[in-house]
């Protein structure tokens, strides 16, 4: 292993760290809106379940029949319900990105997909097996009936099979066989599958039926839920690009396949991004204006240029650094909460492998801290063969960090993310930084390796709150 250590500050662990400091308002704020988003998804479930109960739904289960179709409607109602909170999940409402992040909200709108799939499959197979048995029919016969004598039906059934279809897809083992491009499209006939399935709820059976409160409040939803989509995935981002005017201003190559991109505009302190975070951009070049993915920026945004730093690992990342100065360039964003405004403690720790230097550059540089109160530790292969390391070595000098680069081979077993001679010395994160109990940790490098700083970070007694990492990958 290589442990260059070069640090204006080395010494010994700042006074001010030694003691565990109450944990960051700002943190406290998060963890409140966190809380409330929480319990308004809670009493979504609980108000829909009331409806049922408010139309009479609990003196339906006296028999066989009326008990399938009961649960049938409950598994109905809080299926649709669970798809509307996975689609607000997915619209990047500001409250939902500050509260749980990018990352986080997205994990969630995935782990939601199985269970409202279930609930929404249950739905059906309930509903036919209760009317089955009041008409006493099978039922085949009793979904051959739906088609032809509910006009709606079929709707609904293909609204079921699309919703099929994007849950498959989203599987990870079936995932990884699409293109990002291929997946992300049949994702986005899940929105297709909510539509086609209103018209059913609105037609069959009495809960929802014309004049009701239930009614009112259901079609409320859908409207707020659309509403929140069209604002913040269409108006909110055309609006800032069209205020801001992005263009490319400068491209520079810094290693092979590696290029960092400044993007200059107007009043971008408007858009009060932030170090760490990460914006999805999209280039209007020939060949890129169709597609639009998600880069971190590399530096510290100022109020007329941004920059991010690309490694080409498919065709539009390879293309980004042919793009010519004045290229337009709209996004969404800024979005993530791998920032300073999610630290809890007073040290600061920054962990980068490979391209996820960028995110871990802007927060160095943006953090706010003393000298000595930040630790930067970048793994590579080989000393100088980090990106940026030219900057970060000097942004370390200026700030006063204490940076260590670590280099070397991986170890072949084991799952360390160290270098394999520092992993076989039993050189942890915690012998690494002696403040570790009083920093926060922030990640971002390829999967395996994040994952294992993760762990070592929890294994060493940091909480959750304390770790932070951003994944390159969906
Ligand atoms: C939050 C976040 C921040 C990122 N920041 C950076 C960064 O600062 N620098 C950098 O070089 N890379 C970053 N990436 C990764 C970058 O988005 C992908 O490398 C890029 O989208 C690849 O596109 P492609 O067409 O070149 O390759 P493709 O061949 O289309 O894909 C290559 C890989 O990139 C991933 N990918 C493709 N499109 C997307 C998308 N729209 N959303 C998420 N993942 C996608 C897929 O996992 C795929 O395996 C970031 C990713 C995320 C999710």
Not at 178 to 190: D, I, M
Not at 352 to 379: C, M, N, Q
């Amino acid at each position: 292993m290589t442990l260059d250590t070069r640090s204006t500050r080395p010494g010994p662990t700042p006074a001010a760290t030694r003691v565990p400091t109450p944990v960051r308002p700002a943190y406290k704020k998060r963890m409140r809106l966190a809380d409330t988003l929480q319990t308004l998804c809670v009493t979504s479930v609980a108000l829909v379940i009331a409806l049922f109960l408010a139309d009479g739904g609990a003196a339906d289960f006296g028999t066989a029949a009326d008990t399938l179709t009961s649960i049938g409607i409950v598994t109905g109602l809080v299926g649709s319900d669970l798809l509307l909170v996975m689609m607000l999940l997915a619209a990047r409402l500001p409250p939902i990105d500050r509260a749980f992040g990018h990352d986080s909200a997205m994990a969630l709108h995935q782990q939601l997909g199985k269970p409202a799939l279930y609930l929404l499959l249950g739905h059906a197979v309930f509903l036919i097996g209760g009317y089955a048995a009041a008409e006493n029919v099978n039922v085949f016969a009793e979904t051959w009936s739906m088609f032809g004598s509910l006009p709606d039906m079929p709707l609904a059934f293909l609204g079921l099979a699309l919703l099929m279809a994007v849950v498959v897809t989203s599987l990870v083992v079936v995932r990884r066989r699409f293109r990002y491009e291929a997946w992300h499209a049949v994702h986005l006939l899940g929105y297709l599958a909510v539509l086609v399935s209103i018209p059913h709820q609105l037609s069959v059976g009495g809960l929802l039926a014309e004049g009701t409160i239930a009614r009112y409040y259901w079609l409320a939803l859908y409207l707020g839920v659309a509403a929140a989509i069209v604002t913040y995935r269409f108006v909110v981002p055309i609006v800032r690009s069209l205020r801001h005017r992005l263009v490319v201003d400068r491209v520079e190559r810094i290693a092979p396949g590696v290029a960092s991109l400044t993007l200059t505009g107007r009043a971008l302190n408007r858009l009060r991004a932030d170090g760490g975070q990460f914006f999805i951009w999209r280039f209007w070049s020939h060949g890129l204006w169709w597609q639009a993915h998600p880069f971190s920026l590399s530096a510290a945004p100022t109020n007329d240029s941004l920059r991010i730093t690309v490694r080409a690992l498919g065709d539009a990342s390879a293309d980004l650094p042919s793009v010519a100065r004045g290229t337009r360039v709209s996004f969404e964003g800024p979005y993530g909460i791998f920032t300073d405004r999610a630290r809890t403690a007073p040290h600061l720790v920054l962990v980068a492998a490979g391209i996820g230097v960028a995110p871990i550059r802007s927060l160095l540089e943006s953090a706010d801290f003393a000298p000595g109160g930040a630790t930067v530790l970048l793994r590579s292969h080989s000393v100088g063969d980090s990106y940026l390391s030219t900057e970060i070595i000097e942004l370390c000098q200026r700030r006063g960090a204490e940076l260590r680069i670590l280099a070397g081979q991986r170890p072949p077993r084991g799952g360390s993310w160290l270098p394999a001679d520092a992993a076989a010395a039993r050189i942890t994160l915690a012998t690494l930084v002696p403040q570790l109990r009083y920093s926060d940790v922030y990640v971002c490098g390829p999967r395996r390796f994040t994952d294992a700083v993760v762990r070592d970070a929890r294994s060493a007694g940091l909480p959750t709150r304390q770790i932070h990492y951003e994944r390159f990958d969906w």
